[in-house]
């Protein structure tokens, strides 16, 4: 009885959660609605860094050792040698997931498995199973040397990064006409022991650029479950965070809180380079500007400047302006003059009180179609 009014108020909840259709007339289509966490945050600090960049070792399996082994039968004492092959070792592949996001997960130290020995009564050794370790796509895999030589740009896509070493051979494999009681075996081989750069290159779908204190973590913070430090102070974020903006259609959306740019940042100053390379891996660039400061399209006309000095192509991918602070006095008329000074859409949004967020987040997912259709 309380199991199925259980059921039933969980369907109801269900029901009120599940969104209406909303059709536009752009697209006529429907536009999934982005699903936002009610769960309250957590308070412990879980400080967790995005690792977008890693050095790695990676030691494939050796091989199992063969077998010197003659049998004894009851009827046969000299039954001839049995001993049988070692198992291959396995190898390490990196292979290219969607499911995962960053190279956090990834370990320094990379090893397969060793194969098992030979026995005797002919039994060969098991064959160790290869270790897969996903990566995001859009990895890159370099030498030491800077050369790449994987680019896991595809789902399901490998590289196999070191190959386990091969079996050694048996005693009974040594048999010939000549030799009926061979006392030889092999030892497996080593593994391959390499080690390379992993890189990710696409970091996330959507990237926030914005000079500091514009309230671009503000707005993370908002739309994610992600929880970057928001202070009133330039430069509190010094390091990229993600968060992942979840649909009803289980479309996930990785965004990326950059650092704040500056002026002259493509020559190094500020946070410098480092960070317009973070937006070069972003698909969409959106650019967060405070309309509570005086003229702000003089401070979206410096993020472009400073897009385009550090790559044109990275200045010419899609964009869209979020006017932050809107529930601020003095935006009301910076907004107006904001649309009247740019030829980019502008979305008015208050990341703190979390005015226009929504209309914010189907704008996104727009955006992320119209991508995911053109590539
Ligand atoms: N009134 C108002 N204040 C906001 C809004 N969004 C952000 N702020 C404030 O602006 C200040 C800076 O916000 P952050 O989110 O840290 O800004 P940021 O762009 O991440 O800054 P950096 O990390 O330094 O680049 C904080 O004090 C926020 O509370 C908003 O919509 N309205
Ligand atoms: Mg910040």
Redesign the pocket.
Same mark, same amino acid.
């Given at each position: 009885m309380l199991s199925s009014v259980l059921v039933n108020v969980t369907r109801r909840l269900l029901l009120a959660q599940s969104s209406p259709l909303i059709e536009t007339a752009r697209f006529s289509r429907r536009i999934a609605v982005a699903l936002r966490s009610k769960k309250a945050k957590s308070v412990n600090p879980t400080t967790q860094y995005f690792v977008d960049c890693k050095h790695v070792r990676v030691t494939g399996g050796k091989g199992g050792d063969g077998c010197i082994s003659f049998l004894r039968l009851w009827c046969n004492e000299n039954a001839g040698p049995d001993g049988g092959d070692g198992g291959n070792g396995g190898h390490v592949v990196f292979q290219a997931c969607s499911d995962v996001k960053d190279l956090n997960h990834v370990t320094t130290l990379l090893g397969a498995d060793n194969g098992d020995n030979g026995r005797n009564k002919d039994c060969h050794g098991k064959n160790a199973n290869h270790t897969v370790i996903k990566v995001p796509l859009g990895t890159i895999v370099k030498t030491d040397s800077g050369k790449i030589v994987g680019d896991l740009d595809a789902d399901g896509t490998m590289f196999v990064a070191a190959r386990g070493g091969a079996g050694g051979k048996g005693n009974h494999f040594f048999i010939s006409d000549l030799e009926q009681a061979p006392q030889v075996a092999e030892f497996g081989a080593s593994g391959e022991n390499k080690s390379y750069f992993l890189e990710l290159r696409s970091m996330a779908h959507v990237g926030f650029i914005?000079l500091? !204190?514009?309230? #671009?973590?503000?707005?993370l913070r908002a739309i994610t479950r992600a929880r970057? #430090?928001?202070?009133?102070?330039?430069?509190?974020?010094l390091k990229p965070h993600l968060g992942m903006v979840q649909y009803d259609d289980y479309e996930q959306i990785a965004v990326a809180?950059l650092?704040?740019l500056i002026p002259d940042s493509h020559k190094n100053k500020g946070l410098g380079i480092q960070f317009l390379k973070h937006a070069e891996r972003c698909n969409v660039l959106l650019f967060?500007i405070d309309v509570?400061l005086e003229e702000p399209w003089n401070h979206y006309n410096t993020l472009v400047h400073e897009l385009s000095m550090f790559s044109e192509e990275l200045a010419s991918r899609p964009r869209v302006i979020i006017a !932050? #602070? @809107?529930?601020?006095p003095e935006a009301e008329k910076n907004i107006q003059l904001l649309e009247h000074h740019v030829d980019v859409p502008v979305i008015p949004?208050?990341? #703190? @009180?979390g005015t226009n967020i929504e209309e914010l987040l189907k704008e996104i997912r727009v955006i992320y179609d119209g991508m995911k259709k053109n590539s």
């Open positions: 914005g500091p !204190n514009a309230g #671009k973590s503000t707005l970057p #430090k928001v202070a009133a102070y330039p430069f509190t974020t809180d650092p704040g967060v509570s !932050n #602070k @809107i529930d601020l949004i208050s990341a #703190k @009180i």
